[in-house]
Protein backbone atom coordinates (compact mmCIF):
# COMPACT_ATOMS: atom_id res chain seq x y z
CA UNK A 1 0.00 0.00 0.00
CA UNK A 2 0.95 3.24 0.46
CA UNK A 3 1.82 3.85 -3.35
CA UNK A 4 2.47 7.36 -5.13
CA UNK A 5 3.00 7.60 -8.99
CA UNK A 6 4.32 10.64 -10.92
CA UNK A 7 3.68 11.46 -14.64
CA UNK A 8 5.25 11.93 -16.43
CA UNK A 9 8.46 9.86 -15.70
CA UNK A 10 10.52 12.10 -18.40
CA UNK A 11 9.51 15.19 -19.99
CA UNK A 12 11.78 17.31 -22.98
CA UNK A 13 10.10 20.47 -23.88
CA UNK A 14 11.41 23.46 -25.33
CA UNK A 15 12.05 27.06 -23.79
CA UNK A 16 8.99 29.09 -23.70
CA UNK A 17 6.33 26.28 -23.38
CA UNK A 18 4.61 25.16 -20.18
CA UNK A 19 4.61 21.66 -18.70
CA UNK A 20 2.48 19.68 -16.28
CA UNK A 21 3.56 17.22 -13.74
CA UNK A 22 1.11 14.32 -12.21
CA UNK A 23 1.11 13.33 -8.57
CA UNK A 24 -1.54 10.84 -7.39
CA UNK A 25 -1.39 8.43 -4.53
CA UNK A 26 -2.85 5.35 -5.92
CA UNK A 27 -4.25 3.37 -2.66
CA UNK A 28 -4.94 6.25 0.03
CA UNK A 29 -6.31 9.82 0.67
CA UNK A 30 -3.90 12.29 0.81
CA UNK A 31 -4.47 15.29 3.20
CA UNK A 32 -0.90 16.91 1.95
CA UNK A 33 1.22 16.77 -0.85
CA UNK A 34 4.22 18.23 -1.10
CA UNK A 35 6.62 19.20 -4.17
CA UNK A 36 10.39 19.00 -4.14
CA UNK A 37 13.16 19.67 -6.97
CA UNK A 38 16.25 17.97 -6.71
CA UNK A 39 19.45 19.12 -8.34
CA UNK A 40 21.94 16.37 -9.75
CA UNK A 41 23.79 15.03 -6.54
CA UNK A 42 21.76 17.62 -4.78
CA UNK A 43 19.25 17.14 -1.27
CA UNK A 44 15.42 17.45 -2.41
CA UNK A 45 14.75 21.33 -1.56
CA UNK A 46 10.33 21.78 -1.00
CA UNK A 47 9.32 24.20 -3.52
CA UNK A 48 5.37 24.25 -1.72
CA UNK A 49 3.04 22.42 -0.24
CA UNK A 50 -0.48 21.45 -1.71
CA UNK A 51 -3.59 21.08 0.44
CA UNK A 52 -6.45 19.27 -1.22
CA UNK A 53 -9.07 22.66 -1.82
CA UNK A 54 -6.96 25.31 -0.56
CA UNK A 55 -4.02 27.57 -2.18
CA UNK A 56 -0.50 25.52 -2.50
CA UNK A 57 1.87 27.26 0.50
CA UNK A 58 5.22 28.18 -1.25
CA UNK A 59 8.57 28.12 0.19
CA UNK A 60 10.72 31.59 0.19
CA UNK A 61 12.68 31.98 -3.31
CA UNK A 62 9.67 29.86 -4.93
CA UNK A 63 7.80 31.51 -7.95
CA UNK A 64 4.13 31.01 -7.13
CA UNK A 65 3.08 31.86 -10.64
CA UNK A 66 6.20 29.62 -12.20
CA UNK A 67 5.01 27.03 -10.33
CA UNK A 68 1.55 26.35 -10.42
CA UNK A 69 0.25 23.98 -8.18
CA UNK A 70 -3.52 22.21 -8.30
CA UNK A 71 -4.58 20.10 -5.62
CA UNK A 72 -7.84 19.21 -6.81
CA UNK A 73 -8.69 16.20 -5.51
CA UNK A 74 -7.46 13.95 -2.25
CA UNK A 75 -5.78 11.71 -4.54
CA UNK A 76 -4.21 14.05 -7.10
CA UNK A 77 -1.69 17.21 -7.18
CA UNK A 78 -0.32 18.58 -10.38
CA UNK A 79 2.45 20.98 -11.12
CA UNK A 80 2.74 23.42 -13.87
CA UNK A 81 6.15 24.89 -14.62
CA UNK A 82 4.92 27.74 -17.22
CA UNK A 83 7.20 29.30 -19.83
CA UNK A 84 9.87 26.99 -18.68
CA UNK A 85 13.40 27.85 -19.16
CA UNK A 86 16.59 25.68 -19.06
CA UNK A 87 16.99 27.06 -15.62
CA UNK A 88 14.16 25.01 -14.90
CA UNK A 89 15.77 21.69 -15.72
CA UNK A 90 15.90 19.50 -12.69
CA UNK A 91 14.38 16.49 -11.16
CA UNK A 92 10.84 16.90 -9.65
CA UNK A 93 9.49 14.81 -6.66
CA UNK A 94 6.46 14.67 -5.29
CA UNK A 95 5.19 13.19 -1.35
CA UNK A 96 1.89 12.53 -0.13
CA UNK A 97 1.06 12.33 3.33
CA UNK A 98 -1.83 10.69 4.79
CA UNK A 99 -1.91 12.56 8.08
CA UNK A 100 -1.80 10.44 10.84
CA UNK A 101 1.30 9.28 11.40
CA UNK A 102 3.89 11.83 10.13
CA UNK A 103 5.03 10.03 7.20
CA UNK A 104 5.41 10.78 3.37
CA UNK A 105 5.36 8.50 0.60
CA UNK A 106 7.40 9.70 -2.16
CA UNK A 107 6.27 9.11 -6.05
CA UNK A 108 9.38 8.46 -8.52
CA UNK A 109 10.37 11.78 -9.58
CA UNK A 110 9.78 13.38 -12.79
CA UNK A 111 13.28 14.36 -15.11
CA UNK A 112 12.08 17.40 -16.90
CA UNK A 113 15.10 19.18 -19.46
CA UNK A 114 14.24 22.16 -21.04
CA UNK A 115 16.47 22.96 -24.69
CA UNK B 1 14.84 28.27 10.72
CA UNK B 2 16.06 24.52 10.83
CA UNK B 3 19.03 22.66 9.10
CA UNK B 4 19.98 19.09 8.62
CA UNK B 5 23.54 18.87 8.60
CA UNK B 6 25.08 15.38 7.09
CA UNK B 7 29.23 16.16 7.18
CA UNK B 8 30.03 13.13 5.24
CA UNK B 9 29.39 13.17 1.31
CA UNK B 10 30.56 9.85 0.89
CA UNK B 11 30.90 6.94 2.81
CA UNK B 12 32.94 3.81 2.22
CA UNK B 13 33.14 0.64 4.34
CA UNK B 14 33.75 -3.33 3.55
CA UNK B 15 31.09 -5.93 4.37
CA UNK B 16 30.76 -6.67 7.66
CA UNK B 17 32.16 -3.68 9.38
CA UNK B 18 29.99 -1.34 11.33
CA UNK B 19 28.58 2.04 10.01
CA UNK B 20 27.95 5.37 10.95
CA UNK B 21 25.96 7.93 9.23
CA UNK B 22 26.15 11.13 10.84
CA UNK B 23 23.43 13.63 11.07
CA UNK B 24 23.37 16.84 13.39
CA UNK B 25 20.19 18.90 13.16
CA UNK B 26 19.48 22.53 14.57
CA UNK B 27 15.76 23.50 15.30
CA UNK B 28 14.96 25.47 18.97
CA UNK B 29 11.45 23.11 19.22
CA UNK B 30 10.38 19.36 19.35
CA UNK B 31 11.68 17.85 16.05
CA UNK B 32 10.85 14.59 14.44
CA UNK B 33 13.64 13.15 12.77
CA UNK B 34 13.62 10.38 9.93
CA UNK B 35 16.21 8.56 7.52
CA UNK B 36 14.96 7.55 4.45
CA UNK B 37 16.91 6.18 2.05
CA UNK B 38 17.14 5.70 -1.92
CA UNK B 39 18.48 2.57 -3.63
CA UNK B 40 19.37 2.88 -7.01
CA UNK B 41 17.18 3.90 -9.43
CA UNK B 42 14.39 3.71 -6.96
CA UNK B 43 12.11 6.11 -5.35
CA UNK B 44 12.98 7.85 -1.64
CA UNK B 45 11.55 5.46 1.08
CA UNK B 46 11.33 5.98 4.80
CA UNK B 47 13.70 3.91 6.45
CA UNK B 48 13.37 4.55 9.96
CA UNK B 49 11.56 7.29 12.40
CA UNK B 50 13.03 8.31 15.87
CA UNK B 51 9.32 8.23 17.48
CA UNK B 52 8.66 4.58 16.62
CA UNK B 53 12.39 3.64 17.88
CA UNK B 54 12.57 0.36 15.89
CA UNK B 55 15.40 -0.67 13.75
CA UNK B 56 14.85 -1.52 10.19
CA UNK B 57 17.12 -3.86 8.17
CA UNK B 58 19.37 -3.54 11.75
CA UNK B 59 19.58 -0.41 11.42
CA UNK B 60 18.65 1.73 14.41
CA UNK B 61 19.13 5.36 15.20
CA UNK B 62 19.19 7.36 18.50
CA UNK B 63 18.22 10.93 19.08
CA UNK B 64 20.77 12.92 21.31
CA UNK B 65 19.09 16.42 22.29
CA UNK B 66 22.10 17.11 24.09
CA UNK B 67 24.04 16.93 21.17
CA UNK B 68 21.15 17.56 18.44
CA UNK B 69 22.25 14.63 16.41
CA UNK B 70 20.75 11.16 14.99
CA UNK B 71 23.16 9.32 13.85
CA UNK B 72 22.45 5.77 12.41
CA UNK B 73 24.03 2.85 12.86
CA UNK B 74 24.72 -0.69 11.85
CA UNK B 75 26.50 -3.26 13.67
CA UNK B 76 27.64 -4.89 10.45
CA UNK B 77 27.33 -3.59 7.14
CA UNK B 78 25.84 -5.50 4.16
CA UNK B 79 26.79 -4.69 0.28
CA UNK B 80 22.77 -4.34 0.07
CA UNK B 81 22.83 -1.20 1.84
CA UNK B 82 24.96 0.50 -0.51
CA UNK B 83 22.35 3.36 -1.42
CA UNK B 84 22.17 7.25 -0.63
CA UNK B 85 20.79 8.41 2.72
CA UNK B 86 19.10 11.26 3.76
CA UNK B 87 18.59 12.24 7.31
CA UNK B 88 15.07 14.55 7.41
CA UNK B 89 13.40 17.14 10.01
CA UNK B 90 10.00 17.62 10.52
CA UNK B 91 8.49 20.63 12.89
CA UNK B 92 5.56 21.35 14.45
CA UNK B 93 3.07 23.99 14.09
CA UNK B 94 2.02 25.67 10.84
CA UNK B 95 5.06 23.52 9.12
CA UNK B 96 3.78 20.18 10.24
CA UNK B 97 4.49 17.67 8.18
CA UNK B 98 6.95 19.66 6.36
CA UNK B 99 10.36 18.00 5.51
CA UNK B 100 13.73 19.78 6.22
CA UNK B 101 16.63 17.14 4.49
CA UNK B 102 19.87 17.29 4.91
CA UNK B 103 22.49 17.00 1.77
CA UNK B 104 22.67 13.10 1.72
CA UNK B 105 25.15 10.60 2.47
CA UNK B 106 26.38 7.73 -0.25
CA UNK B 107 27.20 4.87 1.47
CA UNK B 108 29.41 2.60 -0.20
CA UNK B 109 29.68 -1.10 0.94
CA UNK B 110 32.88 -3.21 -0.34
CA UNK B 111 32.48 -7.08 -0.70
Known amino acids: GAVVSQHPSWVICKSGTSVKIECRSLDFQATTMFWYRQFPKQSLMLMATSNEGSKATYEQGVEKDKFLINHASLTLSTLTVTSAHPEDSSFYIC???????????FGPGTRLTVL | AQRVTQPEKLLSVFKGAPVELKCNYSYSGSPELFWYVQYSRQRLQLLLR??SRESIKGFTADLNKGETSFHLKKPFAQEEDSAMYYCALSTGGTSYGKLTFGQGTILTVHP
Open chain 2, 50 to 51: HI
Open chain 1, 95 to 105: SARQGVPNEQF
